[in-house]
């Protein structure tokens, strides 16, 4: 018997294609920027440090469904910072890093050959490695009338965008939610990057203006990587609709898949505490502005970027031309191309590097 791989199903992974470009960028005289991954480089805020070391005996398992504190705590956030109503605990469970979840949730959910996944148009791979583990087939468009006629078993949204920095406007997340709901799809948002929005304002797909007061058909990913520099912890959850959560949590359960105990308490420590969301808010809106005066001032044009970590831009060119270029000066960055067709000329750019190696990377960029 010969037995396929399972990694032949998945798409190469797109990150080993930056490698020799990350060695020309690593060989500049006064070292890389790397601004290719948005990884945090900020401290954990102590607040959340401490209740990690006051949960430290955390002898027994914990369970998948989390505990209550940590769920009531995603609940009152999600209430106080964006307006969700009607959410109960019942709707909310921790998952272990939102990657995990978004890779996951096809297989979770029973989706398989011949399904079919709808992705935004340019979008985070891990939505279409999700896919391709269980065999169904994927679409990428922003379009709904180019969906066609077949039900899709799964439609991701994801606002604030990565890599793009896009926010849909409520008109469309509302336009989605209702065209799901008629046939019956669910809808996953993605809503990692929604406390980090610089221009206008980001809504979840759980607000009453957006989903009509029902959660049901809908859910939305919620990470605190960014927010709260807990990318380590692997700290994040998923809500909305209490039946699909219910179907989640049954699946999960006998796989095993659990948020440790001293991480739910500390999730419940960054979600109570707004005062260190702000003040990370204001170093990446500084960061963000050094970046892009200087790439503008180096010829990029800006496109959408309102939100997330990131500055989608272009010189009108091959990503890949604009990765080597600027690798050559020291800045790696991600070409558009990791994201599908449509950023093919684009590159991300991505903030969370520390205030010297942004404005290092300025500085170069004033001299190209």
């Known amino acids: 018997m010969t037995r396929t791989p399972v990694s032949r199903r998945l798409p190469d992974f797109p990150w080993d294609q930056l490698l020799p ?38 002898p027994g398992y914990p369970t998948t469904l989390g505990l209550p504190a940590t769920r009531q705590a995603a609940v009152d956030w999600l209430a106080r910072s964006h307006g969700v109503t009607g959410l109960g605990l019942d709707g909310v469970l921790p998952v272990v890093g939102s990657k995990e979840l978004i890779a996951g949730l096809p297989t979770h959910l029973g989706v398989g050959p011949g399904d079919l996944v709808v992705l935004p148009e340019v979008a985070y791979p891990t939505y279409e490695v999700g896919a391709a583990l269980v065999g169904a087939e994927t679409l990428a468009t922003d379009s709904l009338t180019a969906i066609g006629p077949r039900t899709p078993a799964l439609l991701w949204l994801n606002s604030p965008s990565n890599p793009t920095g896009r926010v849909l406007p409520p008109d469309h997340l509302r336009k989605v939610v209702q065209w799901c709901r008629e046939r019956g799809v669910l809808l996953v948002s993605d809503e990692c990057y929604l406390e980090c929005t610089w221009e206008g304002e980001a809504l979840s797909v759980l607000h009453p203006d957006i989903s009509g007061g029902s959660h049901e058909g809908l859910l939305a990913v919620h990470s605190l990587s960014k927010r709260s520099n807990l990318a380590g912890y692997r700290c994040a959850f998923v809500a909305g609709d209490p039946v699909v959560v219910a179907e989640l949590l049954a699946v999960r359960k006998n796989l095993g898949l659990m948020m ?24 990446y809106a500084a960061r963000r502005g050094v970046l892009r005066e200087a790439l503008e001032g180096a010829g990029f044009a800006i496109s959408h970027s309102e939100a997330s970590l990131y500055l ?52 170069r960029l004033a001299r190209a």
């Open 260 to 283: 440790p105990g001293p991480q739910q308490r500390a999730m419940v420590a960054a979600l109570d505490d707004d005062d260190h969301a702000r003040e990370q808010h204001a170093h």
């Open 21 to 58: 470009y990350a060695a020309t960028a690593r060989a500049h005289p006064d070292g890389v920027v790397d601004l290719s991954i948005g990884t945090p480089v900020d401290p954990t805020p102590e607040v959340v440090q401490q209740a990690l070391r006051d949960a430290a005996d955390s």
């Open 312 to 363: 989608w831009a272009t010189r009108a060119e091959s990503c890949w031309d604009t990765v080597a270029s600027l690798a050559e000066r020291g800045i790696l960055v991600a070409p558009g191309s990791f994201y599908g067709r449509a950023g093919e000329q684009h590159v991300r750019v991505a903030f969370t590097a520390t205030d010297e190696r942004v404005a290092a990377a300025a500085e």
